[in-house]
């Protein structure tokens, strides 16, 4: 098969099975372990693991499609997820993705042409009081402006963010 | 029984079902979408918001979900209550925000349980102006077509492809308004009963890929009961037509058969009567070289005389062909010279088969019985491939153990997620014998795959267990015994015991055995066991039933020249008899009659050839595997050649003047002849009503109420309106005229009712919502049990195979082993092509490898295929799929010692 692990992830795999009582328990922590190394969860990726479990493949694309934390595409450099539930929303998230998709030169859902990110809607994130919040990688933004926006966008842009 | 206040009115109600099912039993217009009848209820959708007060006194009353409610004695609720009638609309309001609106295109337009729905609720306007959520479809293979933007999200589809048809690849992807059913990766839908999503889902996700190949819309259809001919189980169908083509086949709903599910093969085999190589002219040999096409009055005065100057005249029917097609050609060729048409052998374990359910302690099992047994034993049969209603019904058996477990808990059987849950997959016993893996291993506690002889000990040994009452295992016991033993206490402690056979192994030694383990059990005091018999027709017991000759003698008939004209309907003997002897049998013939709907191997020696009608196309009645007489109507009035062949065989006997008259006028005639000359088949005149029977002086109408059909399909031959075909078979109209009235169940031919225009309006049809057809589920069983006739038998000797020979097994397949669904496209696209199916020891011995090629003699037959390795199979057995069209061999004597070819 094409589909390659590095040795570190095999690893961290082969450690994480025997924590739960069934194999397929597992499935989770295995997932977060190959999109930490790849970045997305290929077709081929999950059909490694459905057979590293011992489970049908259609079982592991339910779970990795029903968590917006697991993509099934590759994402640019950044990950950056703009809130969309209802705090955000009224406090112009649309707006958010809007400006920043213009300032990174790309749409939602596609990786930006010089390849530094990836802007997409999430449902709630978790800081409705600091509405609209933004998440780049695992860092939150919150309370932002279109300012912000702007000045957020050219730290990505000249990688200034690491 | 319970007593129900309705927004003010008092009904009766049963206390063990919901307040949804209550209120569509008491005949009120609830809506609802992620219920189902046979599905039972989640409480999805909230569509079905009633409000429920406390007690008279309580002027509040709290919204409840109808189907997550059950039903208790006083309770009061309110559907009409202004606040939960604007909740059901805003449900479809919020459905509807990303439903497309695109039901002028969809097919399910017109017959759309979201339409009726949505009409039912009075949503009628939108607020939501954002863009719709879009999907991309997947390609599932040849029956279903895919349309994900309609979704609403009711997961009706993966409970009944996952919980209810134990499918593995339909699966509920992404969440929120994202929810996507469909596989994991494009590709062909695997489960057997996947064409039953096209009736389970409320909306166009998805839909009938056949239909669509010839598209029309439900009122344009004229449709009529019919049967499926496609197995021995006999399941109810709606087949509708439009311009003198089968257009597609609908569940119909038979209490105690099929209930709301068919199985692919039934569905989509409708097609062999669209194929395009049928042959639907009459045909002469000697015309042929001419190239011109006779007159059916010629080929008709041609076989007139052909009869009239034979020396002697035999007649082979079919276990495909109605019982009336059989007994016409019985009364034509006389007792002496009939046969049905199935082998020596075969027909031996037919007749144990039939005296086994004649014997069955209460009659034999219907699938209804099936499904509510809670141990069963299948021994000798393969369900999903020969019978696979019964097989899905199987898959009910093993969750009664879960359903009582709930019933404990004070969980009712209705309350699904509820019962699955706390079963945890827990399942009851079944035990299958088989010599190969089965889609039923998954779901058996144990499997005894060995050869047929084995399996019929195996029965014996259980049958004697259980007279013993031994069921405490010893070290001593042979592994067989241990599993004899195990079987023996699963059937020993169980409410309802089951065993199914069959013939699918032509072993008469099973069938004997499986009759032997259900009188002990009812010599052990379980007075509730049943039979469940499966044969290899669909009137393969009706044929049996009118005392044929065996195909052999008919042969030897011909062969000794007492007769020299045969007449063969809706049989290919190439199937039946090694082609060496059919060739003979031609040689020696001089005239041969054939009379067939399908293109055979045969038609082309025919000297004389008779266009069939199909079962659509057709009336008559067949006998299941339970013994139940069923009849079937014309969806259709045939093309001026087509005709049912015991409408032919009464025209041929005009012509060779053995009756001024046609003798068999109507159906009518010939069923009252038929029932005086075999008393035993006298009750099958009251499967269904005669052609006489009316409601208030007027036909049943086969065209629905919106019928349209006045279309200009014939101005270029007149511009008047051509006369509706006269039916002189049945008490049904070729139009839309005719009783509004619901006719009895055997007479339904379509499903509507006001403001239920989808198939969902069959709850209007039922005595209670899932419950029996209203006037009872139709036809008529002829055993009613009990009937002892047949010795005891006992296990067979093993005949001792020498280690380099085989013992060649037939396997079947669901699609491809049955002879007619084999000419429709979609399932021919279905099967497999030939592969020996054999354990990895054996192949290793013959130094074989998956996937090689292999070549075995059988008898005189020479057989090359492909190698699967199979996980479960014994040593020194290879199965063989019987039955497929693409073979060279159609016909092998299996079971049967193969040799390998180098």
Known sequence: ?162 | MATLHIDGKTYEADPSKNLLEAALSAGLDLPYFCWHPALGSVGACRQCAVRQYRDENDKNGQIVMACMVPVTDGARISIADPEATEFRSSVVEWLMTNHPHDCPVCDEGGECHLQDMTVMTGHCSRSFRFKKRTFENQYLGPFLNHEMNRCIQCYRCVRFYNDYAGGHDLGAFASHNHVYFGRHEEGVLESEFSGNLAEVCPTGVFTDKTLKGHYSRKWDMQSAPSICNHCSVGCNTIASSRYGAVRRILNRYHHDINGYFLCDRGRYGYEHGNHPDRPSRPRLRSTKQSGLEPETTEVLAAIGSFLNEARGIAAIGSPRASLESNYALQALAGREAFSIGIAEASSAVLDALVAALREAPGGPASVRDIEHSDAVFVLGEDPSNTAPRIALALRQSVRQVSIKHAAAHRIPRWHDRAVRDLAQGRKGPLHSAWPAQTRLDEISKSAFCESPNAIAKLGFAVAQCIGEDSSSSSSADSPLQKQAKAIAADLLEAEQPLVVTGTALESEAIIDAARAVVSALAKAGKSTVRLAGIAAEANSIGAHLLQGQALESIVAKVMNGECDTLIVAENDLYRRLPHATVDALLDKLSKLIVIDCIPSSLTRHADAFLPAATIAESDGSLINCEGRGQRFFQALSPKENLHATWDWVGRIQVECQRSDTNPWPDLDTILAKMAADCPELAGIREAAPGAGFRIHNQKIPRSPRRFSGRTSILAHESVHEPKPPEDKDAAMSFSMEGSALQPPAALVSHYWSPGWNSAQALNKFQEEVGGPNRGGPPGLRLFPGGQNGRPHGSPSTESAATPDQLLAIPLYQVFGSDELSNHSAAVRERSEPLAFSLSAKTADRLGLADGDSLSLRIGEQKLTATVRLDPVMSENLIGIPVGLSDTPVTYLPLPAQANVCE
């Open chain 1, 1 to 162: 098969m094409a589909f390659e692990l590095s040795q570190e992830t095999l690893d961290t795999i082969d450690k994480v099975i025997p924590r739960y009582p069934q194999r397929q328990s597992a499935l989770m922590m295995i997932l977060h372990a190959i999109q930490k190394e790849q970045g997305y969860l290929s077709l081929e990726a999950q059909e490694w693991v459905a057979e590293r479990l011992e489970i049908a493949p259609i079982k592991v694309r339910e779970v990795v499609t029903f968590y917006p934390f697991y993509r099934e595409k590759p994402v640019g450099k950044h990950y950056i997820r703009v809130c969309r539930t209802l705090s955000c929303a009224l406090n112009g998230s649309y707006k958010i993705c809007d400006r920043l998709c213009q300032e990174l030169d790309t749409k939602p859902g596609e990786i930006s042409p010089d390849g530094k990110a990836t802007v997409e809607f999430a449902e709630c994130l978790a800081s409705c009081g600091t509405a609209p919040v933004v998440m780049v990688d695992d860092d939150m933004y919150e309370n932002l402006t279109e300012d912000d926006i702007v000045e957020l966008a050219r730290r990505i842009r000249e990688e200034e963010i690491k």
